[in-house]
């Protein structure tokens, strides 16, 4: 393990916030992740794990060590079902190559959730969603590292408390454990496709495409976010920057009073809607807003960007900013989805 102090974490989160990290450890295998967890035990160091850094701000320097998962590896583990494939996946592969890698192999599931930027390992902590599927379709199981003990834990789909953009990992079992690798379950021969969500179905139509395969649909899931989404290396951001909020009906209902034209969706619970926190902040007048290099995209008001040279605090700042302007008007509470360090 090469252990490196005072180490720029600006190439490590597509924020592209320019921090340091007062260790820094790259770990490629389960012994040198054992490895720096004891010496982080022994020197009482507090541990950060990081893995592609597209879901996290960095507002100051990182006390203490932060581990890149680098724990690579993908193989088919059980191929002996007839319509399904189990695969194993190290916790630092990058989820893009993953998915790119299973559709090669004709396996079905994980189309929809083309072009999401981060960490096979990142993938179970807020269960990461996109056009209408989420990673808790197709998981099986995850291996992690107790943090505090260095025990290796297995936890099964439930044992993850999977919610919408949510996991125990982001609640009870926050900075516990580092995962290693995950399990999933993928389809094969008869695929189960998911077209309805967004602008699938018309981009397909636009390619010219009536019998869509897997592949066809991770195309379209693929020109849909290049055209609307910022590209991390040209304009630094961690996607959505707001979970999209749930209020109950009778306030939805209330508030079509006022707002007819209120953008809503079923919520995940029973009795509540979801709305989307991207056309909230539009109607606040945000999107395209710049205030020195910290901004709101002007093509989905979600995203909060760092033209250049932003810092955490700026850009924490432009996000207080926005949850009041839309507590205001509309009496919402945004929450961000973005982890603040
Ligand atoms: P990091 O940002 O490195 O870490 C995120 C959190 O997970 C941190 O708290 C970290 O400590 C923890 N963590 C990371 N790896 C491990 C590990 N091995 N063990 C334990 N804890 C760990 N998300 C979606 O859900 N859907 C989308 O469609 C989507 N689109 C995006 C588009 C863009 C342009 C961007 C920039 C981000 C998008 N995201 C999306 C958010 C992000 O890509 C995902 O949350 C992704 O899973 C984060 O992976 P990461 O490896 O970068 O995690
Ligand atoms: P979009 O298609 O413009 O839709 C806006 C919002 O409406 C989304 O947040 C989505 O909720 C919701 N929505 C749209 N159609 C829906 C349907 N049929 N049923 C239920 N909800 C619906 O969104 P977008 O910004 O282009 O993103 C497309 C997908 O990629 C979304 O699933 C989004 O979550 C995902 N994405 C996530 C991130 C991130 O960082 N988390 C970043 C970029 C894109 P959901 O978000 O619940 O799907």
Same mark, same amino acid.
């Given at each position: 393990m090469?252990?490196?102090?005072?180490?720029?974490?600006?190439?490590?989160? !597509?924020?592209?916030?320019?921090?340091?990290? +007062?260790?820094f450890?790259?770990?490629?295998?389960?012994?040198?992740?054992? #490895? %720096?967890?004891?010496?982080?035990?022994?020197?009482?160091?507090p *541990?950060?794990?990081?893995?592609?850094?597209?879901?996290?701000?960095?507002? /100051?320097?990182?006390?203490?060590?932060?581990?890149?998962? %680098? *724990? &690579?590896?993908i193989?088919?583990?059980?191929?002996?079902a +007839?319509?399904?494939?189990?695969?194993?996946?190290?916790?630092?592969?990058?989820?893009?190559?993953?998915?790119?890698?299973?559709?090669?192999?004709?396996?079905?599931?994980?189309? @929809?959730?083309?072009?999401?930027?981060?960490?096979?390992g990142?993938?179970?902590?807020?269960?990461?969603? %996109?056009?209408?599927? #989420?990673?808790?379709?197709?998981?099986?199981?995850?291996?992690?590292?107790?943090? #505090?003990?260095?025990?290796?834990? !297995?936890?099964?789909?439930?044992?993850?408390?999977?919610?919408?953009?949510d996991?125990?990992?982001? @609640?009870?079992?926050?900075?516990?454990? =580092?995962?290693?690798?995950?399990?999933l &379950?993928?389809?094969?021969? %008869?695929?189960?496709?998911?077209?309805?969500y967004?602008?699938?179905?018309?981009?397909?139509?636009?390619?010219?495409?009536?019998?869509?395969?897997i592949?066809d649909?991770?195309?379209?899931?693929?020109?849909?976010?290049?055209?609307?989404?910022?590209?991390?290396?040209? *304009?630094?951001?961690a996607?959505?920057?707001? &979970? @999209?909020?749930?209020?109950?009906i009778?306030?939805? #209902?209330?508030?079509?009073e006022?707002?007819?034209?209120?953008?809503?969706?079923?919520?995940? !619970?029973?009795?509540? /809607? $979801?709305?989307? /926190?991207?056309?909230?902040?539009?109607?606040?007048?945000?999107?395209?807003?710049?205030?020195?290099?910290?901004? =709101?995209?002007? $093509?989905?008001?979600l995203?909060?960007?760092?033209?250049?040279?932003?810092?955490?605090?700026?850009?924490?700042?432009?996000?207080? @900013?926005?949850?009041?302007?839309? &507590?205001?008007?509309?009496?919402?509470?945004?929450?961000? +989805?973005?982890? *603040?360090?």
């Amino acid at each position: 393990m090469e252990l490196l102090s005072h180490h720029s974490l600006r190439p490590y989160n !597509t924020f592209g916030m320019d921090c340091r990290a +007062e260790f820094f450890a790259r770990v490629a295998d389960l012994s040198a992740l054992l #490895e %720096a967890l004891q010496w982080a035990r022994q020197k009482q160091q507090p *541990i950060h794990i990081l893995g592609g850094g597209s879901n996290v701000l960095l507002t /100051a320097d990182v006390p203490g060590l932060v581990l890149h998962n %680098a *724990i &690579k590896g993908i193989e088919v583990v059980d191929a002996t079902a +007839e319509d399904a494939v189990i695969i194993a996946a190290g916790a630092g592969v990058t989820w893009h190559d993953l998915v790119m890698w299973s559709l090669q192999q004709d396996l079905g599931g994980l189309e @929809n959730l083309s072009l999401i930027p981060g960490t096979a390992g990142a993938a179970p902590i807020q269960n990461i969603g %996109a056009y209408g599927v #989420e990673l808790k379709d197709v998981f099986e199981k995850l291996e992690a590292v107790s943090i #505090e003990d260095g025990q290796l834990h !297995t936890f099964s789909n439930a044992d993850c408390r999977f919610g919408y953009r949510d996991s125990i990992f982001k @609640n009870e079992y926050k900075n516990r454990y =580092c995962i290693t690798k995950i399990y999933l &379950k993928l389809s094969k021969g %008869a695929h189960q496709l998911h077209t309805g969500y967004g602008a699938i179905q018309e981009t397909l139509e636009a390619m010219g495409i009536r019998q869509a395969t897997i592949q066809d649909v991770s195309k379209a899931v693929i020109y849909i976010r290049s055209s609307k989404l910022p590209n991390p290396a040209e *304009i630094g951001n961690a996607g959505s920057f707001f &979970k @999209n909020p749930e209020i109950e009906i009778d306030r939805l #209902e209330a508030l079509k009073e006022q707002y007819p034209h209120i953008i809503s969706f079923a919520g995940t !619970t029973p009795g509540y /809607a $979801k709305v989307p /926190a991207g056309w909230l902040i539009d109607q606040c007048g945000w999107r395209g807003y710049r205030q020195g290099d910290a901004g =709101c995209y002007d $093509k989905q008001a979600l995203v909060l960007v760092n033209y250049g040279h932003a810092t955490g605090a700026e850009i924490t700042s432009l996000a207080r @900013n926005i949850v009041a302007s839309v &507590k205001e008007k509309f009496g919402i509470v945004l929450s961000p +989805e973005v982890n *603040i360090w």
